[in-house]
């Protein structure tokens, strides 16, 4: 038994400072007191006199200590604090907080350190006292959601949950229903990780929680639910067997009257739906669980939603917490690919077309009303679109089978609550189900455009939404024929337009979403309609409030990439960079809006090309400032680390300007001040990568337009460069970006590259033959690849075999371009250095040269060349058997072609 007692001056102190609501832990100078958390533990034990409040606040105060000094805590104050806590489990006055500090230990690693807490803990199990057997659970239980990983372990010998498990299991029976609740919750934590001491007693566990299903406390039955989901989700294997009871039951349950018991039942639903393995087991519940769904997923009379909709917003500023985050994403450098079907999604191309990579954290968020913002805020009636949405994924054409009759009867409803209903479930079924549904559209698509205009917002927002995800049908439709356009893509246009103007909020946010799904489906088909699309979206930037305005900079910049140098009209200018540099010149720089108008405005940049020369130099200039002033930010001595997203952002506005003006970038980069050449060295060394993959796209960039202001400092940036060409790939889009930069900089260089071949070739070789190599990346390892061997090519021809076949395999489904063709010519170039190098994949070099269509004549002529020269070399018999070999299409290109 410990004998420490405090001072009576130090207890005095502390007491004061607990009454006058100070939070000791935020005060370094309180740490720094000798047995302060002894003093803690003191009060909120010892003194049974003083005010309940006091105690818990030394209490809780001790418990945030433990968490976040615990290593600074000497371990026999530690001690003393374990043995004091277990002697007042059950004090119904500081009960709760001595299970607060026990956790907080438990916490901290001390699991495996203090089987006594445990052990003292189960006893007091079968404590005689409620209270005591109320805390003692209470306790446990939050030690298995803290700790599950390391109380499923082995401690000295022993596995804790052996004991505990069939301990909690007793007390599903329990007559007290809050004693019920936390024994299934402590079990239910040890399901997702297939504990071994649970699951062989898996049996036991399903029928404790089977005899709980109709317990008369919804906390309880809301934990029943909880735990079936999870083994569901985690061994469904288990749960199989009692199929029908169970889905019976989850059926029941979705429909209760408390909400957050049907939204757990309903999860039941999402996750059945979720795997494919058990979709047989599903499929027979198909027709009672959808119109479950559909029924659930009509607007609550008390929904906050509902009540909080406005008809007319607009005018109403945002509220801080309406705003969410924004991350702005670097530019990856692309290589345009020959099928733009095969572009994959989320990613802008720095050059303005859509593309993939998949390197680090993603933040698909584009502040547009997408899936999770009618799926998130999680509540039944999202649930439910959530898991029809996924069943008519699983389900296709069996889904849709069941949810048409029902979905006509809430289309047709005169109740706008079950019409928008009827349109949230339609929308829901767009992915899966759109096969199945596309003889309804011609007519379904009317009826969407009818309640665009209904009175009611909130019908107008999931209808824009809807019509989103039915936009690439839409689209393809009215390619068919004129008479098709008239009747869908253009009056979606207009409508969309006008919504986009709505004095609603909630719908301008909707309309802004959908038409940027609308823009990436339709791409240059919109280009009849800029002239209302850009007077729209002028007006919009005037109208609209803080959220919507972020949201208006993706629509805006989504359309520039898709129509690209259509934009370049005087109207079209005049309507576009207007209000953008109004912006640009009312946003601080450091206000995070500039994030989106940076991104809008590089992807406006991209697509007006030599127009925006008139409008680059203050924007240009601005971004060399924000770039400096993070960098000297970053470099003071003990300030905090800046938000480098500003400089990130302001990188790839640079790069896309140079980019954009091309030559006519010359004079900015000449006045620039500080030089390019002072500033860039520092970001391609930068520690964060997302500032290194934008920095070399810049490098790059200015490589291209603006050779001569780099070229005396390429010495001091190779060294780095050629490191960032990493074979582990670590980040993948530093390295596709260096790599690009680097096969820019061969062009430029020629023959002087020389003294860096062998290390970049070290480092590309590696990437070209590592299988599944990510897409983009392998495209601009093969295009560095051939123009290194382009100007050097005795250098990397002896390598040839090693290569030649990944290298084929990446560079076909390019884009016939001009650094499609510059790669072509140096693989030219090391087929006549080594034509043996190429024999084992003859087949494959046929099949990429009948596939290059726009060829420029001299390389041409040098396919020509090289397969004459492989024809001598076979010899007549060999070379028609390789021919034979062919596809003929293939065989038929390279005969009209080159005559062989």
């Not at 007559?175 to 007693?201: G, K, W």
């Not at 896309?656 to 030559?663: D, E, K, M, R, S």
Request: proline letters at 7%; glycine letters at 4%; aromatic letters at 8%.
């Amino acid at each position: 038994m410990s004998t420490w007692q405090p001072s009576e001056q130090g207890l005095s102190d502390l007491l004061q400072l607990l009454r006058e609501a100070v939070n000791p832990t935020n005060n370094s100078n309180v740490q720094e007191i000798p047995d302060y958390n002894s003093y803690l533990v003191y009060i909120l034990t010892q003194m049974p006199n003083e005010e309940p409040y006091i105690r818990s606040v030394a209490g809780l105060t001790l418990k945030n200590n433990i968490r976040s000094y615990y290593p600074e805590i000497p371990p026999q104050i530690m001690d003393h604090i374990k043995e004091c806590c277990l002697q007042h489990i059950g004090d119904e006055t500081i009960g709760r907080a001595v299970s607060l500090v026990i956790t907080a230990i438990m916490a901290r690693g001390q699991v495996h350190n203090w089987p006594q807490g445990l052990q003292v803990l189960l006893e007091k199990l079968d404590d005689p006292s409620p209270s005591v057997v109320t805390q003692a659970l209470g306790t446990l239980k939050r030690i298995c959601e803290d700790c599950s990983h390391e109380l499923d372990s082995t401690i000295n010998g022993v596995q804790p949950l052996e004991f505990m498990i069939p301990k909690f299991l007793v007390f599903f029976e329990h007559p007290n229903p809050h004693l019920r609740l936390d024994a299934i919750n402590a079990v239910q934590q040890f399901i997702t990780l297939r504990s071994e001491p649970l699951m062989r007693r898996i049996n036991d566990f399903l029928s404790g929680v089977f005899n709980r299903a109709t317990d008369d406390n919804v906390e309880v039955r809301k934990a029943v639910c909880q735990a079936l989901v999870s083994i569901l989700e985690t061994c469904p294997e288990h749960i199989l067997p009692h199929m029908n009871n169970l889905a019976e039951y989850m059926l029941f349950s979705t429909q209760s009257d408390d909400e957050d018991l049907a939204l757990e039942a309903c999860e039941f639903w999402l996750v059945f739906a979720e795997q494919d393995a058990l979709r047989p087991q599903l499929s027979p519940y198909l027709s009672k669980v959808i119109p479950v769904l559909l029924k659930c997923m009509v607007y609550s009379e008390t929904d906050p939603l509902l009540i909080s909709a406005m008809d007319d917003d607009a005018h109403v500023a945002d509220s801080e917490q309406d705003i969410k985050p924004r991350f702005h994403k670097a530019a990856v450098v692309e290589v345009e690919r020959a099928d733009k079907n095969d572009l994959d999604e989320n990613t802008k191309k720095a050059g303005g077309d859509y593309d993939y990579e998949d390197d680090e954290d993603e933040d698909d968020d584009d502040f547009g009303l997408d899936d999770d913002d009618f799926y998130g805020d999680w509540n039944l009636r999202k649930c439910s679109a959530a898991a029809l949405d996924v069943m008519c994924t699983a389900f296709e054409g069996e889904a849709i089978n069941v949810l048409m009759p029902m979905l006509k009867v809430e289309l047709e409803s005169q109740d706008w609550m079950h019409q928008e209903c009827g349109i949230l479930a339609l929308g829901a079924a767009a992915e899966g189900g759109s096969a199945h549904i596309a003889p309804h559209l011609p007519e379904l698509i009317p009826y969407l455009f009818s309640k665009l205009s209904h009175n009611k917002p909130l019908v107008r927002s999931i209808t824009c939404w809807t019509l989103g995800r039915y936009a690439e049908f839409i689209v393809k439709a009215s390619r068919q024929s004129p008479e098709a356009r008239k009747a869908f893509l253009e009056p979606l246009v207009q409508l969309m337009l006008q919504r986009i103007l709505d004095n609603n909020k909630r719908v301008q946010e909707a309309a802004c979403s959908s038409f940027s799904l609308l823009e990436e489906e339709a791409d240059k088909d919109l280009v009849p309609y800029l002239q209302p699309i850009l007077v729209t979206l002028s007006t919009a930037f005037e109208k609209y409030q803080h959220r919507n305005l972020l949201l208006l900079y993706d629509t805006l910049g989504t359309l520039a990439d898709v129509v690209g140098e259509a934009l370049n009209t005087p109207e079209y200018i005049q309507l576009v960079i207007t209000p953008l540099i109004a912006k640009w010149q009312s946003t601080p720089d450091d206000d995070p809006d500039i994030f989106p108008l940076l991104e809008c405005l590089s992807s406006v940049t991209s697509a007006l090309g030599k127009a925006f020369k008139p409008f680059a130099e203050p924007v240009y200039n601005r971004c060399v400032s924000l770039v400096c002033k993070t960098l000297e930010e970053a470099h003071q001595p003990g300030a905090e680390e800046p938000d480098k997203d500003y400089m990130v952002v302001a990188l790839d506005l640079l790069s896309g300007i140079v980019q954009a003006l091309n030559t006519d970038a010359e004079p900015l980069v000449a006045n620039t001040n500080p030089p390019v050449v002072q500033f860039l060295p520092m970001c391609i060394n930068d520690d964060v990568p997302e500032v290194r993959q934008s920095a070399y796209a810049l490098l790059g960039d200015l490589a291209i337009s603006c050779f001569e202001h780099i070229r005396a400092v390429l010495p001091n940036f190779m060294p780095h460069l050629i490191q960032q060409i990493d074979p582990s790939a670590t980040f993948v889009s530093v390295c596709n970006n260096a790599t690009w930069a680097a096969g820019e900089i061969t062009l430029k260089l020629g023959s002087e590259i020389q003294p860096y071949v062998e290390h970049m070739l070290q480092r590309l070789f590696p990437l070209m033959v590592t299988p599944q190599l990510q897409r983009t990346l392998g495209e601009n390892v093969a295009i560095t690849i051939g123009r290194i061997g382009l100007v050097c090519p005795g250098m990397v021809a002896p390598h040839l075999e090693n290569f030649v076949h990944p290298w084929l395999e990446h560079m076909s489904p390019v884009r016939d371009n001009e650094e499609k063709a510059s790669a072509f010519s140096g693989l030219c170039e090391m087929i006549k250095a080594n034509p043996e190098g190429a024999v084992k994949a003859f087949p494959h070099l046929c099949v990429a040269i009948a596939d290059y269509h726009l060829v420029p004549p001299a390389l041409n002529e040098s396919f020509g060349n090289i397969l004459m020269g492989y024809k001598n070399m076979f010899g007549e018999q060999q070379w028609q058997q390789g021919l034979a070999s062919l596809q003929p299409p293939v065989r038929a290109a390279l005969q009209e072609r080159y005559h062989i």
